[in-house]
């Protein structure tokens, strides 16, 4: 079993800064692509960032130049700094991994349970 854990949401206002991080925890023989994903209420899941294990970012237009998605390959963490965070940024967050498992040996995708990010003075 492989298990992503998120941390770091929380209420903060605007133009304010949060780090999320997510870890991966269980027998994995490595992890290809992270991301992150979030979801307002009444609308559909979203991609926000993601990066592969080389390094390779994407961001989401809407965030591009205020989010920074990174990761630790030795310790399976994904992170993202949020800045000029804005209220329309309020969403349940969600960490994504591609995780390669072995026993039998296939990849997996992985979702986290989600952290609350809240935007609002």
């Known amino acids: 079993q492989v298990q992503l854990v998120e941390s770091g949401g929380g209420l903060v206002q605007p133009g304010g800064s949060l780090r999320l991080s997510c870890a991966a925890s269980g027998r994995v023989f490595s992890i290809n692509d992270m991301g992150w994903y979030r979801q307002a209420p009444g609308k559909q899941r979203e991609l926000v960032a993601d990066i592969t294990r080389g390094g390779l970012t994407n961001y989401a237009d809407s965030v591009k130049g205020r989010f920074t998605i990174s990761r630790d390959n030795a310790k399976n963490t994904v992170h993202l700094q949020m800045n000029s965070l804005k209220p329309e940024d309020t969403a349940v967050y969600f960490c994504?991994?591609?995780?390669?498992?072995?026993?039998?040996?296939?990849?997996?995708?992985?979702w986290g349970q989600g952290t609350l990010v809240t935007v609002s003075s």
């Open positions: 994504n991994a591609e995780a390669v498992v072995p026993l039998p040996t296939r990849v997996l995708k992985v």
